[in-house]
């Protein structure tokens, strides 16, 4: 069965640091991996995803996230972070008819 | 870019009343719509998924007669939480694939239920 793991329910950074999200998969066959975004107050939304091609994929927002086959690994970066980045994040894998999300991860960034 | 809207933001019911949440794609047409349910720890379960014109798929756990799921068109499902009790107290989602369109799913900005 497909699954998404993220092991961190909280990541907290200081503004201008990198960020780093982690997220890490077990899929059978070729991976379909997203990132979503839910602030404070607010629904779900899409920040990126790999599908095929460059395991760089860059998104929404100065977000990007790589791809790496052998750690089995989507984890989401950004170098420089923003106090308005505080959300929670979320990593999702693609099943047949939708995602299978993790658990979440809440970013807080101080000032 | 693509909206989905829910209706209504937040509800609250007696025990044993029944609930009606409308998931609507707004400016684009949605073979497939999802429903999600968020746990307290923020977790997210997919519910079913809601084909336009025919039958919902439950996952595992969902109890289809509970959670009514009813797709009339292709910009329009909805979850009716027949007789609900306070352990249905929730967040729930929708979201909704564009027909023909790429793979990623617009979510609505969810329905919270207390019920009482």
């Known amino acids: 069965a497909q699954s998404v793991a993220q092991p961190e329910d909280q990541v907290n950074v200081a503004e201008g640091n990198p960020l780093t999200v982690k997220c890490t998969y077990s899929?059978?066959?070729?991976?379909?991996l997203f990132w979503y975004v839910q602030y404070p107050n607010r629904g779900l939304q899409f920040l990126l995803k790999y599908i095929t091609g460059d395991n760089l994929v860059k998104g929404s927002y100065g977000f990007e996230a790589e791809f790496n086959k052998s750690q089995t690994s989507f984890h989401l970066k950004k170098p420089s972070a923003l106090v308005s980045d505080s959300a929670l994040y979320f990593c999702a894998v693609r099943d047949i008819f939708g995602d299978i999300f993790g658990t979440g991860t809440r970013l807080q960034v101080f000032p | 870019g693509a909206v989905v809207s829910q209706h209504p933001s937040w509800v609250i019911c007696k025990s044993g009343t029944s609930v009606k949440i409308e998931c609507r794609s707004l400016?684009?047409?949605?073979?497939?719509m999802f429903w999600y349910r968020q746990f307290p720890k923020q977790s997210l379960m997919l519910m079913a998924t809601?084909?336009?014109?025919?039958?919902?798929?439950?996952e595992q756990g969902v109890e289809k007669d509970k959670f009514l799921i009813n797709h009339a068109s292709l910009t329009l499902s909805t979850l009716t939480v027949t007789s609900a009790h306070p352990e249905d107290s929730s967040f729930y989602i929708c979201?909704?694939?564009?027909?023909?369109?790429?793979?990623?799913?617009?979510f609505g900005p969810g329905t919270r239920l207390t019920v009482l």
């Open positions: 809601s084909n336009e014109g025919s039958k919902a798929t439950y």
């Open positions: 979201s909704a694939r564009e027909a023909g369109g790429t793979d990623t799913q617009y």
């Open positions: 400016d684009f047409q949605a073979t497939t």
């Open positions: 899929v059978s066959g070729n991976p379909y």
